[in-house]
C-alpha cells in the first residue's frame, strides 16, 4: 500500500509501457517492456529515453522508435503527454548500436534497387511516418512525396513493399485510397477520406485508429492534395 508521500508523487503523472527491441536476424525482436512514468513537462522523445536509459541502468544509450523500427523525432507533436498516452502507439527502445545496423541493413537494401527511382519513393515514405507526428509537418511532406510518385509512375512494386505504402496512405474506414484527407490529433496521424469519416463521427465518439474519445473535436481537414493523392492512388491501387 503506498504512504501518502508516494500518493502524491505520483499524482498527475502518466505512464507509458516501452518495448525493449534488440536486433535479430536484421529485424527487431522485442524481449520485455518496462513501464515509466512521466510529467507532462517530462512528456518528450529526449525525457522519456532518458527514463528508459536510468531504468536499464546500461551505459549503452537508446534511440526511441515506432513499431517499424523508425526514429521517434523530438517534434512539436512529440512534445505533450497525448502522444506518449496513447495505448494503441507502440514504442520500442533500441540500443543505439542496433539502430544503426538496422538503418545500415535498409541502404543497402535501397541500394540494390534498381528500378526508376523507387529508392527515392521509400525514402519519401518513412519521412512521412516520421512527420505524422507533428501534424504541421505532415501536409508538406506529404506533397513531396506525391509530386514524387506521381512523376515515377512506372515504379515496380513488390506485394509486400506496395502492401506497407497502402496501409500508410489508406482511409482507414473504407480501406481505399485517402479522398480529402482528414487528419486527426489524438493519433497524429492521416485517418481517413472525408466523407468516410464524416460518416463515422455520425455514430461514434472515438477515434477509428487509435480509438481515443472526442474524436469529433480532434480532426482537421488537410487541403491540396487532392490531385497528388490520387496520383498515388493510381500507382497502388492499379
Excluded at 508521500?5 to 518495448?19: A, D
Excluded at 535498409?106 to 519521412?127: C, H, P, T, Y
Aim: glycine share 6%.
Amino acid at each position: 500500500m503506498r504512504s501518502r508521500r508516494e500518493s502524491w508523487f505520483y499524482q498527475g503523472k502518466c505512464q507509458k509501457t516501452i518495448f525493449i527491441a534488440d536486433l535479430v536476424d536484421g529485424k527487431l525482436e522485442t524481449s520485455r517492456a518496462l513501464t515509466v512514468r512521466f510529467s507532462e513537462f517530462e512528456a518528450s522523445v529526449m525525457g522519456i529515453t532518458s527514463k528508459v536509459n536510468e531504468a536499464l541502468e546500461q551505459e549503452d544509450s537508446v534511440i526511441l522508435t515506432d513499431g517499424q523500427g523508425n526514429k521517434i523525432l523530438e517534434t512539436e507533436g512529440t512534445r505533450r503527454s497525448a502522444f506518449w498516452k496513447q495505448n494503441a502507439r507502440k514504442v520500442l527502445a533500441v540500443k543505439e548500436e542496433d539502430f544503426l545496423q538496422l538503418q545500415g541493413n535498409k541502404k543497402r537494401r535501397l541500394s540494390r534497387r534498381d528500378d526508376n527511382g523507387l529508392d527515392a519513393v521509400f525514402d519519401k515514405i518513412e519521412e512521412v511516418v516520421l512527420a505524422s507526428q507533428g501534424l504541421q509537418e505532415v501536409s508538406t511532406t506529404m506533397k513531396e512525396l506525391m509530386e514524387l510518385a506521381s512523376s515515377n509512375r512506372r515504379v515496380s512494386l513488390a506485394a509486400a513493399e506496395a502492401a506497407t505504402i497502402k496501409d500508410a496512405f489508406a482511409c482507414v474506414v473504407c480501406k481505399g485510397p485517402v479522398v480529402e484527407p482528414i487528419v486527426s490529433s489524438c493519433c497524429q496521424s492521416l485517418v481517413g477520406c472525408r466523407s468516410c469519416i464524416d460518416e463515422w463521427k455520425r455514430n461514434s465518439v472515438f477515434c477509428p485508429k487509435c480509438r481515443a474519445d472526442d474524436f469529433h473535436m480532434n480532426t482537421q481537414r488537410l487541403t491540396g492534395l487532392s490531385d497528388a493523392l490520387a496520383a498515388l492512388g493510381n500507382i497502388l491501387w492499379q
